[in-house]
T-cell receptor, first 113, second 114 residues
């Protein structure tokens, strides 16, 4: 069964540092997403990406965040200057239809110290 | 308006019993209601989904019941098994788009006791 893969599985960084989280979506999917889950809380939408541009973004996705699909297979989330409150599990997802039948990766646990 | 309220927060069911998780919403523009299952250390996995034009959808032991007038939907797990122990999230999609992607409930931690 096809799956969304994310790397790294764990990332520890110092406050103020830049991090890049990487994802390989399912190959024939057209829509790509980042969600995050703070420990013990609900899954929250960050951004969706379609046709090489952002289609939707939440209030969480401020100027410190950016996404990119650099080579037609990878999908990345960059946090320019990490804050303590960015510590969370970040999930990449992809789908063939907008906001429907999302397949999630196993996540990257980001810890900001 | 964009919230999906999920209950209970945690649930313990005996093996073979029926597990029931409920969700309620306010936004009448929601047009797609999936349920996700999440095991520790894994991402959410789509379990079953329903659209508001039907009142029930069944896939194996999993059934969604949907009440459009009450703006409520629920997940029923029949013959619950220890392997069903996981966190379950309901979610909803706004047909009008907007900036929220899928809106998730807060999750229900389900434990099936052998």
């Amino acid at each position: 069964e096809p799956e969304v893969t994310q790397t790294p599985s764990h990332q520890v960084t110092q406050m103020g540092q830049e991090v890049i989280l990487r994802c390989v979506p399912i190959s024939n999917h057209l829509y790509f997403y980042w969600y995050r889950q703070i420990l013990g809380q609900k899954v929250e939408f960050l951004v969706s990406f379609y046709n090489n541009e952002i289609s939707e973004k939440s209030e969480i996705f401020d100027d410190q965040f950016s996404v990119e699909r650099p080579d037609g297979s990878n999908f990345t989330l960059k946090i320019r200057s990490t804050k303590l409150e960015d510590s969370a599990m970040y999930f990449c997802a992809s789908s063939g239809t907008e906001n429907e039948k999302l397949f999630f990766g196993s996540g990257t646990q980001l810890s900001v110290l | 308006q964009q919230q999906v309220k999920q209950s209970p927060q945690s649930l313990i069911v005996q093996k073979g019993g029926i597990s029931i998780i409920n969700c309620a919403y306010e936004n009448t523009a929601f047009d797609y209601f999936p349920w996700y299952q999440q095991f520790p250390g894994k991402g959410p996995a789509l379990l079953i989904a329903i659209r508001p034009d039907v009142s029930e959808k069944k896939e194996g032991r999993f059934t969604i019941s949907f009440n459009k007038s009450a703006k409520q939907f629920s997940l029923h797990i029949m013959d619950s098994q220890p392997g069903d122990s996981a966190t379950y999230f309901c979610a909803a999609r706004d047909s009008g788009g907007g900036a929220d992607g899928l809106t998730f409930g807060k999750g229900t931690h389900l434990i099936i006791q052998p």
